[in-house]
Each structure stands twice: as C-alpha cells, then as structure tokens.
C-alpha cells in the first residue's frame, strides 16, 4: 500500500541518497544463515540493487510505529561502556524495557538478548572460538541484506515461550510485539547505516525463509544445505527478493540518545505489522565515521 497523496508530499521532500541494497534472488533454492564468532555465511544467491533511501531525520516525528513499522525517539542510558558486558546485561535491558512499555502501551515487556555491531575491522577482535556459542551479548558485523529477522511461525513461537516462562500465573495475552530497539553509539555520522523499509510497502514480490544456525565451526561444501531434522522448528528469518515498491527510509547522524523502534511481527495485523531492514554504506557524508551500534530484541504484550 503506498502512502497517501498528503503523506507522500511531505515524504518526498526530503533529501535522499541512493545506495545498494543486497537482496536474495528468486528461484528454488535452500536459503540458510550461519552465524559464528564474528563472522556469518548465508547461502543462497544474492543480489545488489540500487534503490532511494530517503533521510527521515528532518522529519523524524512524522513516523509511526504502527504505521511506518518503525519510529524514532530519544532515551538516555546509563551505561557507560556498551562493550561491557556485565554492565549491559545488568542496566541496559530493563531500561529497553521501561521505554518500550512507555513508547506502546504494552502492559508487559521481556528483553530477549542484545548485539553489538559494527563496521570496523573485526580481524583480530574476534570472539574466541569456544563451544557452544551463542548469538548475543558479543559483537558481529552490521546485517548486509535485506530481512525481517523472525518470519511468522518463529514470532509465535517465540511469544508463547517467553510469555509462559516469565508469567506462567498470568492471565494470557491478546497481542504480542517483537520488536527491535537500535541504538548507534558511535559519532555520527554514520558510514554503514540502517535502513528501514516503509512496513507498507514491504508485501510486494517473493520472499523467503532463512533458517539461523548458531555454530562453533561453519560446515563446508554440501554440509552447508543438507537436510537437517527438525529444520521447520528452528529460528527463521523472513528474507524479501526485490520490489521496486519497498520504499527504503534512514536517519542521517543518529545521536547516543536516539533510538529506533521496529517490528519485527506484530500479532495485530490491521496495524503494519513489520519492517525489513538492511544496513547499506551511505556515501552522501565525505567523512563518516565507523558505526558501531547496540539491538535489544524483545517481546511486548497485552494481556
């Protein structure tokens, strides 16, 4: 659904920049995600394409959530050092959580784990190999590709457990939202980015499933599309090929105390319901500065 005529006047006078955005082709094929100590594969083809991403700073409070799928607001922190790792784990959630309650009238918030990424050279600063990774609370590279990191089946999976697991004497929910809050910690502005797709406009052409594999060792060769038991159940991603309907949006030299605010699945369909997103390198600043940015993912709900 594209905006309409009033809302399109104001959008459209905006500066913008063009830029690729890599997406995955169509055809038949198995499409996976491996991530590992800083580094991740995705299999599948992929490819760039050039389209306008326009800079919604000067009109930052013209987007809305349930409109838009994302918004833009501003929060202070207390956390001194984001690549402190207990000093995150024991402040930053909770704050995530009381701002995201505040910004939606959610009755109940849970965080489920953070990110650092960022756009310098991670050779040399890489997590240690040791068993049993897990993908949060370390630091990866920015998210090249085009995506919506849960699809459908996983968000409601993901609800009813975490819902059950921290309020197993409540009442129930009758909507959830999973949602990602972004924050670049880094002077602005920014050379690599995150763009936001208008949640709108997202609908237009195929898309497909990408399965997440947390690994300690990436496989090689065949192993990397053989079948796996149980594949269906597994955390997925909704990867989008190219639509020259997307309508791609970023906020141009985001500050510490500016945080986005965007969906990953809302349960409430007659609201828009989710954003893809993708980091791109924005050439339109002379001297940008590496970016290196924190997301909290979480689970709102009302009961």
């Known amino acids: 659904m594209a905006p309409a005529a009033d809302t399109a006047t104001i959008e459209d006078s905006v500066r913008s920049t063009r ?22 594969i995705n299999t599948g083809t992929y490819s760039d394409h050039e389209v306008t991403i326009r800079d919604g700073m000067p009109i930052r409070d013209h987007f809305q959530l349930d409109v838009h799928g994302f918004m833009i607001a501003k929060n202070g922190t207390a956390v001194r050092d984001f690549h402190d790792k207990a000093e995150v784990d024991g402040i930053y959630e909770r704050e995530v959580e009381n701002h995201i309650r505040q910004l939606t009238g959610a009755d109940k918030v849970v965080a ?53 697991k921290n309020f197993p004497d409540g009442p129930g929910y009758k909507r959830f939202l999973i949602s990602s809050y972004w924050r670049s910690f880094s002077p602005g502005p920014q050379d690599v ?10 609908f237009g052409g ?12 990436f496989p090689t060769g065949d192993a990397l599309t053989a079948p796996v038991e149980g594949e269906e159940n597994m955390i997925a991603a909704t990867i989008p090929c190219y639509s020259p309907q997307h309508r791609w949006w970023y906020f141009s030299n985001m500050q510490p105390d500016d945080i986005l605010l965007f969906k990953f ?29 924190i997301e909290v993912r979480s689970v709102a709900f009302w009961e």
């Open 193 to 202: 980015p995150l763009a936001l797709c208008d949640g709108r406009t997202s």
């Open 19 to 40: 830029a690729l955005i890599r997406y995955v082709d169509p055809g038949d094929f198995i499409t996976r995600r491996y991530v590992s100590q800083g580094d991740e």
């Open 206 to 217: 195929e898309e497909k499933s990408n399965t997440l594999f947390v690994v300690d060792e």
């Open 265 to 293: 699945h809302d349960s409430d369909h007659a609201r828009t319901w989710r954003c893809p997103h993708s980091a791109f390198n924005d050439s339109s600043f002379a001297h940008a500065k590496p970016r290196s940015s």
């Open 112 to 164: 489920r784990g953070w990110m650092v990424r960022t756009s310098e050279d991670l050779t040399g600063h890489k997590q240690e190999k040791v068993e049993n990774y897990q993908h949060t609370g370390g630091v990866q590279p920015p998210a090249g590709e085009a995506h919506v990191d849960l699809n459908t089946p996983t968000s409601q999976r993901m609800a009813d457990f975490t819902y059950r």
